[in-house]
């Protein structure tokens, strides 16, 4: 089974991202003047061409902002007949909860009714869910070749940086790891992941990955309300 990933950038239109779903299939004689339904013509038929089963659509809340040259209810229907390729594929979209609102706009209620509603929990520490995110996060640095001090607490800080939030916790992994990798370091230390953690959240004086004991730096954080 081949799944389709994409991320939809925050100035996407609907026929964008139908020339995003034919670039990353392959096709690459798109024209500048190929109109929207074209575009997801081609698009549909292009999923049962490379055996494309399922779709996963990331921060798709993009394509439902109203606006100049934006179509809401297009974008609604072409979600909806993403669903009904010939073949069919499975349809996965995530956002932020603008999308649901959006979505829920269409008079008929027929396209979210096709949908089944999921809400990621947050990661709490010592968890089975935080166990499972620091052995990937440790299992994708071997992978990469990069070392990570057990002692430091790495994911168990990194989670509690993000409050626990799925995609955040995730994302700031990875960002952690790239950079480590971009940089030819054989080993992360706290003081790197600090400097990565702040380019996204600058003007902080402490943060989850100061270097000292993690309980110790966890008690101060909490202490000052970074969990509130």
């Excluded at 299939?25 to 049962?48: C, M, Q």
């Excluded at 179509?71 to 603008?98: F, N, Y």
Aim: hydrophobic fraction near 45%.
């Amino acid at each position: 089974m081949v799944t389709l990933f994409i991320t939809v950038p925050p100035d996407a239109t609907i026929k964008k991202l139908a020339e995003i779903i034919l670039a990353k299939t392959g096709y690459t004689k798109i024209d500048a003047k190929l109109r929207s339904a074209d575009a997801w013509e081609i698009a549909r038929h292009r999923f049962g061409l490379v055996g494309i089963k399922t779709v996963v659509i990331d921060e798709c809340h993009h394509i439902m902002r109203p606006g100049s040259g934006r179509d809401v209810l297009g974008a609604i229907q072409s979600l909806k007949h993403i669903m009904q390729s010939d073949p069919g594929v499975a349809l996965i979209i995530a956002g932020v909860p603008s999308l649901k609102d959006a979505i829920l706009s269409e008079p008929s209620g027929e396209t979210y009714r096709r949908f089944q509603e999921l809400h990621l929990t947050r990661i709490r520490l010592g968890s089975k869910a935080a166990g499972l995110f620091g052995k990937n996060l440790m299992k994708s640095a071997k992978t990469l070749g990069v070392e990570l001090a057990v002692e430091d607490a790495l994911p168990e800080r990194i989670i509690f940086a993000e409050h626990g939030q799925v995609g955040k916790s995730v994302a700031l992994g990875k960002e952690i790891l790239r950079d480590a990798v971009s940089r030819k370091r054989d080993t992360i230390s706290l003081a790197n992941a600090d400097r990565v953690f702040k380019k996204s959240t600058p003007g902080l004086d402490m943060t989850p990955f100061h270097v000292a004991d993690w309980d110790v730096v966890k008690a101060e954080l909490n202490a000052i309300g970074w969990g509130q």
